[in-house]
């Protein structure tokens, strides 16, 4: 995969704008995981492997991919979302809550949506 740069094309765009290669990014395989299992205390390679339920070589690109978007950063302790990383998962916190009301609604619990 190339590295991620804003301004550059990615799949589906062109432009290279910021959400383009932002929804590139977040779209790849185990991207999103990662950023999740990552949403508490810093994790090594080995615990964040089992924790995403990954191969290695998956997840070797994905934190190069993550760590080249300022999203997760490595010190000794393992790996950790940076403040970046962490503005983004509070970003998907609506999203969050819209899917698991829809999804009370697709498994028949009849919960109304959010207005």
């Known amino acids: 995969m190339k590295p991620i740069r804003v301004g550059a094309p990615v799949r589906g765009s062109r432009t290279g704008k910021p959400v383009m290669v932002l929804l590139d990014l977040l779209g790849r395989r185990m ?26 070589a998956v ?19 393992g790996y950790r979302l940076t403040g970046e990383g962490r503005a983004l998962l509070e970003m998907l916190t609506p999203l969050t809550v819209w899917a ?14 959010p207005s």
Not at 59 to 77: F, I, K, P, Y
């Open 59 to 77: 997840l070797n690109s994905r934190l190069r991919e993550l760590r080249e978007a300022l999203l997760v950063d490595h010190e000794g302790d």
């Open 31 to 56: 991207a999103l995981r990662v950023l999740w299992e990552l949403r508490g205390e810093p994790l090594t390679f080995r615990a964040l492997t089992l924790a995403a339920e990954t191969n290695p």
């Open 100 to 113: 698991e009301s829809w999804g009370q609604r697709m498994s028949g619990g009849g919960i109304p949506p």
